[in-house]
């Protein structure tokens, strides 16, 4: 570091305390910036002595070591003085443009004291007030000459300047009247060098120079404002009145000039399509915005800040006027009406225009983003709701079959695939949903096709959340289609229609079919378009992992799933309450089936209780039906028979009034086998359907381990009575191909699988 470029310097002074200081501050890195520079604003300090006291005693690491110190303190020092430019620089411009103001100002002052001047030196001269007071100076001029019988060179010279710059202001000839005024410009410092005039004459001269200067300026303020005045000589004439000395008047003037012409090349438009005028009217004021900004920064390169800012301040102007023109002529009756499409290809359009300004530096895009963002919020929100109500309609009368989209075509090949969509270029299979589904995805795929500028207006989280929010109100749709649904909210309160009621295990199937599909695959597919960063074509969006898309997608797909889950466990919990429970409400699993085993002394046929005979059939049932809903989507069929078994083994589980019975009357022998036997047979099937989890397996544990308790509670040892495992294995299998009719048991050995035999085998 040059030592011009250590801040602060002031005179010499003490040099030890300075240099301890800085010591000091070196030793603790604790401190702040301002108390880093506190030593350097001494004025006391000496950078010379400092810097030549400092090296001498130091190596080549420590004087590196210490210029790099210094470095990086002058970075700290401008970047604090860069965040304090920052935090005030509204201030900022407003001062400047009052210093702007002060300027033309103190001009107009200095005319008035020269007037006043000439007035003193005509009266002290003995001159004529009236002629001063007017400001005649060629008649002044003439009165003083009169009186004088000999007339020098500088003197005439005087005569004819005042007349040809007359003949040139009169004319109107620009270049010539500026070379006449920097002539008399001249010729003033030569004559007050050699002062070959009069004080009188001398005043006259400037006063006379001062007058055209003015004249000749307010010609040239008269020539930007014309209409007809172009591009070119608008730049020209404002570069000449800023020569002239009038610089804040002439960018006032080149910018209200543009101003003037935007406004009647836009009420000249003619209004014919949306998109037209919409494009008509952005590329004009756009174009001019660039085009004022491209003359300013020409004729007023390396000015002061003030034409800056005063270049902002009107571009900020126009682009306000032009979004308020916008929202009343289009977006304000597109966005009551719904029509999100055209307006985000309205806002799309000019943001595009606008970007094209950052390259000069003038970033209007958060002005329009300001202006549009309510309208298209409010677009947006109409679609959402409108979607609500055709859904709702359509549930109303729905039959709750699934079947392709109307709009597919059926294609036969060798390979057997199902049928595709004519216009899609998915190489996946379509999926069947049921009509009210069809319209609700595709009146969401509608809705997000052309949704991009919604991100970059910052609605793609609003976007996000009335999709939650829709498919929300589909899936109590769907719970109110159920039998027996308590969800009501879309009944009277709403004036939505009943929903028709799923009276099939099949139709019931069909809306989880409904819910999975469109929350699984259908609406992250939309959800996609809203991302500029996600390029490509719909195969790979699809075979993008979850850890691939944006955080807010996966959180999306987690909150629809959690809608799914809702609808899966209704569905559960009815089926549940259908197996467990009588019409009248009694239950079907009580503590007497095992309990008044012992009772009847009688020797009993060894076969799973008729409840879980029930459920075995249930879930066979609902198995072969979801295995055709869920073609090549297994797992979605697994959840559902895995949550349905679950919920009739928990609820035994947890049942206290049987367990109480269990525990307060002894259980014996053969109620401990009926039990084992009945949780056997729940894990062999449930295990051969692939749906046993490791929750149903440790519940059904807990079952059998809580029975076992109660017996060995009683003195008698479990094991003694409890056959082996292939027992209850044997028994289990062939109950299942008996109730799926795959067996008979007219010549079966009652003694083969009886328990206390195979005990004692």
Known sequence: MSMDQLPFVTPRGSVSSSIGSVAELEANPNL??????RVFKSSSFDPNAYVSSKSRS????????????????????????????????????????????????????RNLLSNQAA??????????????????????????????????????????????????????RVEESMAALEEGEKMTNEITQGKTLSPSLFQALQNAITEHRQK??????????????RRAEIRSTALALKNLGDGPRAHTLLLKSYKEKLNRNIQSLESTTVSAYTASVSHLVFSTISQATSDSLTVFAGEEPAYTSELVTWAV?????????????????????????????????????CHLLESSGMALSPVLLKHFRPFVEQALITNLKRIEQSSAALASADDWLLAYAPTTRTRKSNTGLP??????????????????????????????????????????????????????????????????????????????????????????????????????????????????????????????????????????????????????DIFCRQHALELIFTVDGEPLVNSQMYLGMEEKGERPEWFPSGIFQELFIRLTEVATIVSDVFVGRERFATILLMRLTETVILWLSDDQAFWDDIERTPLGPLGLQQLYLDMQFVMIFS?????????LHQAIKNIIGRAIDAVA???????????????????????????????????????AYSPTGSAHA
């Open 713 to 751: 509670a009683t003195g008698l040892d479990p094991n003694s009575v409890l056959p082996e495992d292939e027992w209850f294995v044997e028994v289990s299998e062939i109950a299942m191909k008996m109730l799926t009719g795959k067996a008979a048991f007219d010549n079966v050995d009652e003694d």
């Open 216 to 229: 000749l300026a307010d010609q040239l303020a008269d020539t930007i404002c014309q209409p007809s005045t």
């Open 119 to 172: 007035l003193v030196h005509g009266l002290a001269e003995g001159c004529q007030l009236g002629s001063l007071v007017t400001g005649n100076e060629g008649s002044d001029i003439d009165a003083i000459l009169k009186e004088k019988t000999d007339i020098s060179n500088t003197e005439k010279w005087l005569i004819e300047y005042l007349e040809t710059l007359d003949v040139l202001l009169a004319e109107k």
């Open 317 to 353: 102007i126009q682009a306000e006027n032009f979004s308020l023109l916008l929202k009343k002529q289009i977006l304000a009756s597109i966005a009551a009406s719904g029509g999100l499409r055209i307006a985000l290809e309205c806002v799309h359009v000019c943001l595009t225009h």
């Open 58 to 109: 130091m190596n080549e690491k420590e004087i590196r070591h210490l210029c790099a110190y210094l470095v990086d303190l002058k970075k700290a020092s401008a970047e604090e003085m860069r965040k304090s430019v920052l935090a005030n620089y509204s201030a900022f411009i407003r001062t400047s443009k009052e210093i702007s103001d002060l300027e033309g100002e103190l001009l107009s002052m």
């Open 419 to 568: 049928p595709v969509s004519s216009y899609s270029n998915l190489n996946s299979h379509q999926p069947k949903l049921s009509i009210s589904a069809h319209k609700f995805n595709s009146m969401v795929q509608e809705l997000f096709e052309d949704a991009g500028p919604l991100e970059i207006l910052q609605l793609d989280g609003l976007a996000l959340e009335g999709l939650h929010q829709v498919f929300n109100f589909y899936v109590n749709l769907l719970i109110n289609a159920m039998p027996g649904s308590a969800v009501t909210e879309n009944l009277e309160s709403t004036g939505h229609k009943i929903v028709k009621i799923a009276e099939t295990e099949t139709q019931q199937i069909a809306l989880l079919g409904n819910a999975i599909l469109l929350a699984d695959e259908l609406l992250p597919r939309a959800v996609i378009k809203l991302s500029h960063s996600t390029k490509g074509d719909d195969d790979s969006l699809k075979r993008a992992s979850d850890k691939q898309k944006p955080p807010e997608q996966r959180e999306l797909k987690k909150r629809l799933q959690r809608e799914v889950d809702r609808l899966r």
């Open 32 to 37: 702040t910036l301002s108390d880093k520079l």
């Open 687 to 695: 295990s051969q359907g692939r749906y046993l989890s490791r929750h």
